[in-house]
Structures are given as C-alpha cells and as structure tokens.
C-alpha cells in the first residue's frame, strides 16, 4: 500500500470524522473535488445551497467541533487577513480555547511519568484544583520540598498525539487539494500548513516555553518595571513546565485592580514600552500580550505569563522590512510597491496597477492625521487586507507583530483609552535611528541604499517646482495667494505627519532596519525637510507679501 494510503487508513476514523464533520456543515463539495468520497459514502448530507448560516460560520461550527488541532489553527486563522477573507478573520475570532480541566489522576500520570518520580517525592505539596485549564494544558500550584512556591503546567494526556494525527490528515488533505485546485495551489496550502504544524509543535513542547522565558528573562534582567518567574529546569520536561509561581493582580481581574489602586494608565504605558522593547531592542517578542498573561503588582510593575508563541525577526527581515521603511519615507508609492512585494511572494500575474492604486488609497486615509489618532494595529492590519486581496504572502512575524499591536491597542480602549499606541511607540522609532547612526553601520548600507537615496532625491525638484507653481499663481491674484499658502502649509503639516506616521509604523513594522532609517530620517528627510520647509514657507510669505506690494491691494 501507498505511504499516503497508508497514513490515511492508519487515522481511518479520526480521518472519516473530520471529512463527515466538514460535510456535515456543508463543505462535502471540497471532498467530491478532490475525490476523497471513501468517508462519505452511505452518508447524505444537506445540500450547501439550502444551509443558513453565513460559509463563515458554518466553518467556525465545523472547526468547533473537530476540537484543539482546528480551533488552534482557527485561532491562528483569524489573525491572518492576509490569508483569509475579513469576514472569516471576524467568525473565527470567535473560536474558545476553554475546556474543561482533565482529572487529577491524569495529572499526576503525566508528572510521575515525565520526571521519574512519585509527585510526594517532588513536591510536599500539590493543589489538585487547576489554576486554569486550557486545550492544550492547565496549570496547578505546588510547592517544592526546599519551599519554593510554584506552578506546574500539565500538558493534556494524548494531546500531542491527537494534534500529530490532525496535522497529518491536514496535511493529505492539502496535498490532494493542491493536486485538484488551483485555488490551493495559489495559497500554497501545505506550506501554510507546515506553517502552522511549526507553531503548535513549538506550543506542545514546554521546553521550548520554558526557553523563551529565560530569554526574556535574560533580556529584561536589569529591567525594574517588569518581573519574569524563573523556570525550575530539574523539573521541566517537553510535558510538564514548572516555574515560580508569582503572586500578583491579573489584567483581566479589574475588581482586584481597582482594589489595588495602580494608575492603570501606568501599567498600559509600561507593557506597552515593554513589548516594543522587545520589537525594537531585543527581536524577541512576546506573540500574545493579551490582559490574560500579564499580571501586575502593587507597585504597578508587570508580569509578563505564557511564552509559548513568541515573534522572531530576524537579519533578512530586517532587511525587507528596512527597504520598505525608505519606500515609506520617500512616501513613492512604486517603492512601496516594491517593498511590499519583496517582503511577501506575490503571484507573478499579479496586477501593480491596482495594487499601487490600493497602497495609494492606504497613504491617503492616514494623510494629515494626527499620530495620536493613528491605530497602529489597524494601519497593518490594513496592509495584510490589501495583502489578501492581492494573494500576496507576508511572513508570519508581520502577522505576529499586527497581532500583538492589535492586543494592545484593544487594551488601551478598555483600560487607558487617553493613550495612544503610535505615541508610545514614536520614541523607540527615533531612539533606534540614533542607535544606527554608527558609522560602521553607515558605511555598510550607505552603498547599498544610494539607488533608493537617488529616487527621494529626484522627487525633490518636482516638488519644488509645484511650490513654484503655486508662487506664479500668487503673483497674479494676491487674495488666492492666501489660499494656496495656507494649503500649502496645510500640505506641509500633512507631510509632515505622514512622514511621522511612515517612521513609527515603518520602524515598528521593521522592528529594527534602521539605519536606512536613522539616514533617511534624520539626516536626509528630518532635519532638511522640516527646515526646507519652514525657508520654503518663509520665502513664500515674503515672495507673497511682495506680490501683495506690486498687486497694489493692500
Ligand atoms: N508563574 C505563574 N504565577 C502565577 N500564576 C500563573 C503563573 N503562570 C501561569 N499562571 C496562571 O495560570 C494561567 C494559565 O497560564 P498560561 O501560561 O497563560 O497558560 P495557557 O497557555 O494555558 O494560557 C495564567 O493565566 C495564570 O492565571
Ligand atoms: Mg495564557
């Protein structure tokens, strides 16, 4: 018999569950396409034409019911508009990770068989009620036999095994719809699920959680406003994660922080600056900085839980990332365009007209706004949006990081909504372009950059040559004059809030790039620009004020 064959009978009826839950919810269609009609025989489902519900809906009903392997893909799913349709992201948004605890005889097989010993040998105590529970694990406190205090996360007997089966079905799955879609084979669907199997694999291997936490511990060492509970090794395996446990007030516990009276716009600002230390500073980010895995202190100082899906960006992404921050300072749509499609694979009939009409249509709606009213979050998620609708395929660290922006600005709303996310992240933009301001780091990419410099360069005199214009126009009628002056300051405020907004989402979307950064910025467009701008301005009011004289109106 065939590999595939044979893995697909070895999970005959896992298999035949997930091809019947999916007719069952009207996607039979996919199975007689791709010819898989073994699991469906004897079965009659209703047809997809005469079910109510919305595919959406019917595709999160389905996914709710197959349990963890689809729910944690649908989770995944719903925070990538580049790969799904808006809609789907909002109806899979909707999936719970919430299941009932396992029992405590469970718990203590998996603890006695992973570390070797009775649990009364390892800890002199152990609460047998979980802390929480969640698919994939749940978490006790206990206490070790020296005294320390801690929680032990639990993996969920079989768990690994169930998802290693799930992925392995998704996998032929992918593989058959590769063979007879060309839809799938536009998204690339099993490298999309190998992407995913990467992520859970990780998320089902605590030692990978336990080190990403030292990580982050190592990074924030010297950091006061924040606390990371240190992970006991001797007692951590790939299924059971043992840690301090840290006594402190959950975000999502607003009674118990009320009570506690923290400035909660305090405790906002710091786990904001701190997850964009981590972009910025470290290219180590915590993927999942929802209220649920933080904790505070009384002293305002924060907790950071739940390691298991962290961002990583990387030396090539640093770069893509640099070359679509000089695309977005230049604000010239083409290397946008550019940019855009070197940081993802685009399809090689892909139409770049439309496309850059699109990017224009973005550059538009955030022209002249004030950076406060700027939602970081939506600005990327925006970008994957347009990424969608052009099957363009961005790296899962951009996702990451639109996730983690869109986490937090959803706490800003509810907890500090007089904060604003771009303003907090403005600072790490300017202070990492000072940082790559060396001179080594100069001499690097100055050569590489100069074509890009070449292009802003050349866009300077065309935007002279319209103030140009508009001072010929003021000669001939001095009450217009004014209007076209005021538009043209109008213009420069919007200029120069665009170029603000391109520097904090561009550097944030890079987490790092910078140096093109700190040139473009601070050299070639900060400094020069605003001045040009302001002699611009000055010479105009006076060429005005002189045309005002000769026109003879005043
Ligand atoms: N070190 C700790 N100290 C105190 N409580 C903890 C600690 N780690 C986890 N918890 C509690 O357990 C819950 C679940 O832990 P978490 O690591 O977020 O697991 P999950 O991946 O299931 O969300 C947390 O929300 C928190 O209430
Ligand atoms: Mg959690």
Known sequence: MPMKLQRRYKHFHRYRDVVQTLGKHGFDFLFKQIGLTEFLRGRKFTPEEELEDSTAKRLRLAIEELGTTF????????????????EWTVELSKLQDEVPPFSFMDVRKQIETELGHTLEDLFSSFEAEPLAAASIGQVHRAVLHGGEEVVVKVQRPDIEEIIKTDLEILHDLARLLEK????????NLRDQVMEFEDILTNEVNYLNEGQNLDIFRRNFKNDKRVYLPEVYWDYTTKKVLTMEYVKAVKLTDSERLDKMDVDTGQVVTTLCEVVFKQIFVDGVFHGDPHPGNVMVFPDGRIVLMDFGIVGVIDDELKEKFGDMLIAQVSWNTEAILRSFLSLGLAPPDINRRELRHDIE????KYYGMPLSKIKLGEAMKEFLEIAFDYKIKLPTEFTLLAKAMIILEGIISRLAPQLSLMEIAEPFGKDLTRRRLTFDYLKKTISKNLQEYGEILGSLPRQLSDLMNIMEHGQFKATLEHKDLREFLNNLNHMINRLAFSIVLASLIVGLSLIVQGIEHSILWRIPLAEIGFIV??????????SIIRSGRF
């Open 71 to 86: 729910i944690k893909v649908g989770q995944l799913l719903s925070t990538r508009p580049d790969l799904i349709p808006k």
């Open 180 to 187: 007879h879609t060309d839809w799938a084979t536009m998204y």
């Open 361 to 364: 249509r973005m550059q538009h």
């Open 537 to 546: 301005a000055g010479a105009m009011g006076f060429w005005l004020l002189i």
